[in-house]
């Protein structure tokens, strides 16, 4: 639809809005007649906001004493735009959130390596550094609709566990030439310093050595204790896991190291029940975050919204159906469409009125397309837990209720 | 430098750094024993990092009675990257802080339209969106170094009045086009809902209505009340005033309205006691942010780094010297470079520990060079109090104390 031809459409809709309201008396309540709160040293939100992350255990229990919580799930149906509130970006971790004093920190680099260092942060942030927007997903994303689907998720319980922040560190090849590592050394091992002491082996493919960093800051100021402070490793478009919280150690070897994190957790169980290892890179994958799970709308326009993402690099297009997946329409994308980042879309919707089901579909600059759930379910089984990235499909119904299904 | 001659030089600092100390000990502090804190709805800053805004009456004014407040600062020498965090952009308010109830908030738009509308915040949310990462500046950013400089100023005293977001809202076009603009009309009365009633007349170029938009988002979430929650005015480039905030008015018409806000303030004096009345777009800057002002550095390797910014568009390069304007060297830039938007910069420096100054200019894609202190008041003189864009310079001392000086 042509933007006139739709803001034509449009102004009726909001026309009707106002119809019945007196400009005046409108108006009247308005303009604050005394002084406002004073300026501070923060901005705090306004009471009138209510937004927050929900901690869970295991998925789909939810009402839980928080010290049971192992993840807290990112509220994309409450945002707008991109970049993820840094107090809202989504946790995972293993042991909790450990408080760590930076003047005690430090980064151990070693293994095969022509030498060993031992960094404070305060090295790290001496160094040459780069900031990227990027998102992080845990690996298990989606996994609350792999079987079946509860109609009363929100997009939050759904895909709430990916977020883009805007981090900021040193790069790994910066790090790879201080130590001189060795040239058969192809695997890096990257430690958490949490109880828990997550540990990955990580490929050092020369994708990874380009794009890896150590970051120390988070949409412009020092990470937080939830997101890894006072060092995380950021490993553009691969699993969450990955990212290293609290990174205390990077070892050279020319061989994984089987942690448990390779081996009992994080390995992707096939359908003849055999499981695949180092399945490391996230899929290409959208969601429709408004009108989603157990919100309302009004017959008329409705702006439909979303992000999409891929660990392979930028989302060339997104596609939206509004009948079920019989006919598809190109959304528009918010630029600077960024590699690995999130990217917001929207596309203009009068709604009839009548019961449907809306899909959104991201296609990557490499050229994957997110399946629809039928050939994702085929070909990867129901035994699986991670990598979930099948289209989303909100059903709603003549009330203009939306609810999750599978399609 | 090539990048393994840096490297190499600052391997030998590294090495410098840990010499004296043991691994074994090093790491023995390191892990936690027992398990973290929770996970929760927000992750809260770490309790070692100590990071505010200064509020500050009128300039040089710093301990003051927090009700006396008219802006508070941004802590650039403590940020990374290029997004600020959202609460800790810039303030800069004429009547404190409104707490304002958006079920009770209202945008009236009307004058030289074909019909006025009364749009609710919940209306603006429902219409197509846009978002985009943009520098908001005080006009007055940069003032306390017009006459004389403060010695024991920090970055975030000189040029805590700029900061950059990522804002969500609809385009002021779209609402050009609901309403039904006259095409007379040439103007646009932009007024807040705080006590202070700020309203400024907006010229319609093509320029501004292409970019300007009217935002309920602010880093992913509801704006802060802070910064004009519900609704706030964003004009791309242009003096942070225009960026009216607590918006409840938008008004077409055929000539400037000559408020107190654009004829008793924000007018600029010239040398020659004559006023320039709206003088409003932001020019060409940069200012290093590491090392700056009260910081101490050591003889070595010292990366330094700051942020670039222009209301034409692009930052184009961004050149340092370090032997006070003698020379200069290209400094690196963050990716991706936005229009309208700060740009991290950054060049790798060995100080050989000798009294220099330091000192950042700006090109941007127009072609506009950031100009020294001497041209700059040459050409304004020092009856002016906005619009100052002039180097920055950073004087180091012997030992390594950075202060603030005049070029």
């Known amino acids: 639809m042509s933007r006139r031809r739709f803001v034509t459409a449009s102004a009726a809709a ?7 309201e007196a400009l005046a008396d409108d108006l009247a ?23 927050g992350r929900i901690p869970e255990a295991t998925p789909g229990k939810r009402n839980i004493d928080p010290a049971d919580a192992i993840n807290s799930k990112t509220p994309l149906d409450r945002l707008v735009g991109s970049i993820t509130p840094t107090d809202l970006h989504y946790e995972r971790s293993h042991a909790g959130v450990p408080n760590i004093d930076p003047a005690k920190h430090r980064l151990l680099i070693h293994g095969m390596t022509r030498k060993q260092l031992v960094l404070t942060p305060d090295d790290i942030m001496r160094m040459p550094s780069i900031s990227r927007i990027v ?38 090849r910066y790090l790879i030439d201080l130590v001189g590592k060795e040239a058969r050394s192809a695997w890096m091992l990257a430690e958490g310093g949490d109880a828990a002491a997550v540990a990955r082996s990580i490929p050092l493919t020369e994708e990874i050595m380009d794009e890896a960093f150590v970051a120390y ?13 006072p060092l995380r490793l950021i490993m553009p478009g691969f699993e969450g896991n990955l990212n290293i919280k609290w990174l205390r150690r990077l070892k050279f070897g020319d061989e994984p190291w089987m942690t448990r994190w390779e081996t009992a957790r994080y390995t992707q ?17 959208s969601v429709i975050t ?53 990217t917001r879309f929207e596309l203009d919707w009068q709604w009839n009125g009548k019961p449907t089901k ?45 609810s999750n299904v599978l399609a």
């Open 14 to 20: 909001a026309g009707a809005v106002i119809g019945g």
């Open 217 to 229: 800051g988070q949409n412009g100021e020092p990470l937080r204790p939830a997101h890894g402070f």
């Open 269 to 285: 169980l096939l359908a003849n029940g055999k499981a695949v290892q180092f399945q490391l890179r996230m899929e290409t994958n």
């Open 29 to 51: 309540d308005v303009p604050a007649r005394e002084p406002g709160g004073v300026l501070s040293a923060f901005s705090a939100r306004s009471p009138y906001v209510h937004i």
């Open 290 to 342: 408004s009108p989603s799970g157990t919100m309302t709308i009004r017959p008329g326009y409705n702006s439909i919204t979303g992000l999409a993402w891929s660990g392979h690099g930028r989302i060339a297009k997104v596609e939206v159906s509004t009948d079920e997946g019989r006919s598809w329409q190109r959304a528009r994308m918010n630029h600077p469409v960024l590699p690995k980042a999130q």
């Open 135 to 172: 998102f992080i997903e845990c690996t298990g994303n989606g996994w609350e609709n792999w079987k079946k689907a509860d109609p009363n998720l929100t997009v939050q319980n759904t895909h709430g566990l990916v977020s883009s922040n805007e981090w900021t560190g040193v790069p790994l």
């Open 358 to 402: 809306i899909v959104s579909r991201a296609t990557d600059e490499k050229g994957n397309v997110q399946p629809d759930r039928k050939s994702f379910i085929a070909k990867t089984g129901t035994n699986a837990l991670f990598h979930y990235n099948a289209q989303q499909t909100w059903s709603i119904d003549g009330d203009g209720k939306v």
